[in-house]
């Protein structure tokens, strides 16, 4: 049996990352292939509660707290990923590269303590493809406006999501792993598409 991919998807806020992975999802369904869908944070009942405690508007934790409880709800993910690596097509919404665009690039968050503890949770878990979604601040500041309510992690100022997305492009150039960069001011359908072949063929 060939060894199943972990792809991930990445993205700031409004940069069409969870429309993407639900196209990908429907398209597996579709086609009767078997997968398993996480999101970060959240993904398995506890990790659910994480989030909801996390991105609540009532929360205002510090910096080295929002880290610890997104490590916290990834830490209860880790065993069923465990459980179906290299079995089973994983799509993750986010993992460990937003750790690094949001609190180190986004808040400053000491990226060594970072990666020292997703190392310790991912063990020999490995990405093999992320799909990086980037988005223009005319695009970001409208798809925010148009959302119905909005969590702590979606009212920050452009400046912070700037400096995230940077963070995410400069992990695709320094990561020594595979990422397709997805434009999504562009149109919805091509991107689909071409998402849909590279699919295609990291599956075959
Ligand atoms: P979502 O709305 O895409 O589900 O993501 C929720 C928020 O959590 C989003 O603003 C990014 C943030 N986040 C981090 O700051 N660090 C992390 O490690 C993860 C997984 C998400």
Redo the contacts with the bound molecule.
């Keep these: 049996m060939s060894k199943k991919p972990i792809i991930v998807f990445e993205g700031i ?1 409004g940069s069409g ?2 429309h993407h992975i639900s196209i990908v999802s429907k398209y597996l369904k579709n086609n009767k292939i078997d997968y398993l869908k996480i ?4 993904g398995n009942p506890n990790s659910e509660k994480i989030r909801k405690i ?2 609540s508007n009532k929360s205002n934790f510090n910096k080295n707290t ?1 880290l610890f409880l ?1 490590m916290a ?2 830490s209860e993910n880790i065993s069923q990923i465990q459980k179906y690596f290299h079995k089973k097509i994983i799509l993750i ?3 460990t590269d ?2 690094i665009a ?2 180190h690039y ?1 808040m400053g968050v000491d990226i060594n303590l970072i990666k020292t503890i997703n190392k310790f949770l991912l063990k020999n878990i490995k990405v093999d493809f992320t799909f990086l979604n980037l988005v223009n601040n005319k695009n970001l500041y409208e798809r925010l406006k148009k959302r119905k309510s909005l ?1 702590r ?2 009212k920050f100022n452009m400046k912070f999501y700037n400096k995230v997305q940077r963070g995410f492009v400069k992990l695709s150039n320094i990561n020594n792993r595979k990422y397709q960069l997805i434009n999504s001011n562009l149109n919805i359908e091509k991107n689909e598409k071409i998402i849909l072949n590279k699919i295609d063929k990291l599956i075959k």
Aim: hydrophobic share 15%.
């Design positions: 806020e990352k969870s999101r970060e944070p959240g996390i991105l929002d997104y709800a990834r919404d986010r993992f937003s750790t949001y609190q986004g969590n992690y979606d």
